[in-house]
């Protein structure tokens, strides 16, 4: 890799899911995605992938097996993947969130 500019500016914006747009930037084993998330996103599994990023805006409130966390504007994260660390993300209604993730592929 030469250039070391992530230019999420110049990339579209991918439509994944109800309430979820993203843009990606993979480079070997790692993704690095720009996640909107809006109040229509419902995550109907657990999720149990490692995450990491930063809540750039709004927030994102995230259901550890009934263990509701919020995190902000502001707020980094770390998520340890594996079944203990099974997750689901929610907007509140009205909401959005705009996020950095990292995870590997």
């Known amino acids: 890799m030469d250039n070391y500019l992530i230019d999420f500016q110049g ?3 991918e439509n994944t899911a109800s309430g979820v ?3 990606v930037f993979a480079e070997g084993e790692q993704n690095i995605r720009l996640v909107e998330f809006s109040d229509e996103f419902v995550e109907n ?3 149990i992938k490692k995450h990491f990023g930063y809540v750039l805006e709004g ?3 995230i259901d550890f097996s009934g263990k509701l966390v ?3 504007s502001g707020n980094g994260f770390f998520i340890p993947g594996g079944e203990a660390s099974k ?3 929610r907007i509140a209604k009205g909401e959005k969130a705009l996020i950095i993730l990292v995870e590997e592929t």
């Open 70 to 72: 919020n995190f902000k």
């Open 59 to 61: 927030s994102i409130s």
């Open 45 to 47: 599994d657990w999720c």
């Open 21 to 23: 747009r993203l843009k």
């Open 87 to 89: 997750h689901k993300g």
């Open 11 to 13: 990339m579209s914006w």
